[in-house]
């Protein structure tokens, strides 16, 4: 059995990923429209009708913004925590209990022949959490909306065959834009978003051997931009004597464009 993904979408206006193994092919973060989704997942020829379920990172609307629609058109199950379920419950719209499970905080649940952990991330929301990945010794961690990296975090995601990592902002470009001060100290805070500084510099203690590919997401459409974000990381992991471009891929996400569907080997 293979393990493939997709980053659908990602950024400020909404995310989605896609990961499959075997029978189990899962949305993970609904925070576009239904349409865009559906059009989203054409891209990488997967239909909403083979989804088996859709599992919630946090509340915020970039990425729930579809969750009811998706889960009601094609009656998939949603996972998220308690808290989480509380927070976006008046958000979706009117979810059947029948579809309705608990994800819990540093939980490991089995779908099949994938084990999904899910752990903490600081972010301004009711109790936020991401998800590693794995599947017949494969393993991919989805990491963003997180105000800095912690020690536990870079543990629970490290040895990933494939990253998909935050890189929000440039720190100059945020300070210097048109955002009130107020959202600037939000982002700019422990539990706001991640700079492309602090995403190369994490990277470094999170990289192993089995890394070979980083997915950099999650970025600004005011305050970065994929050149940009791209350089800084690249610049900071090749000083650390990391082999970018050959042993380890660095690649793009887009708010409006999946990338083509991967298949972790």
């Known amino acids: 059995m293979t393990l493939r993904f997709s980053v659908l979408a990602s950024g400020s206006t909404g995310n989605a990923f896609y990961i499959e193994s075997g029978e189990e092919k899962i949305l993970v973060d609904a925070g576009l ?30 990425h729930i913004k579809g ?5 009601r058109r094609y009656n ?3 996972y998220a925590n308690e808290k989480t379920w509380h927070a976006m419950e008046r958000h979706i719209g009117k979810i059947s209990l029948d579809q309705k499970f608990p994800f819990n905080m540093e939980e490991t649940r089995t779908f099949g022949n994938l084990d999904i952990e899910s752990f903490a991330v600081s972010h301004d929301a009711a109790d936020p959490m991401f998800y590693t990945f794995r599947s017949h010794g494969k393993k991919v961690s989805l990491v963003t909306d997180l105000g800095y990296v912690s020690e536990r975090i870079k ?14 902002h440039d720190v100059d ?5 048109r955002y009130p001060w107020n959202t600037k100290r939000r982002i700019l805070g422990d539990s706001g978003h991640v700079s492309n500084e602090d995403c ?17 997401a999650h970025l600004s459409q005011d305050n970065n931009m994929k ?20 042993r380890i891929q660095l690649h793009h996400t887009d708010p409006a464009q999946a990338t083509p569907l991967y298949e972790v080997v």
């Open 33 to 62: 429209s239904g349409k865009k989704i559906e059009g989203l997942l054409g891209q990488i020829d997967v239909t909403p009708h083979e989804l088996t379920k859709i599992l919630v990172t946090h509340e915020h609307s970039d």
């Open 67 to 71: 969750l009811g629609i998706m889960a």
């Open 76 to 78: 998939l199950p949603i």
């Open 155 to 168: 543990k629970t995601v490290e040895d990933a065959d494939a990253l998909i990592f935050e890189a929000n």
């Open 173 to 177: 470009m945020l300070r210097m834009g």
């Open 200 to 216: 190369g510099l994490a990277l470094n203690d999170i990289i192993s051997d089995r890394t070979k590919r980083i997915y950099l």
């Open 227 to 246: 050149d940009l974000a791209r350089m800084s990381v690249e610049n900071i992991l090749k000083e650390r004597g990391f082999e970018i471009g050959s």
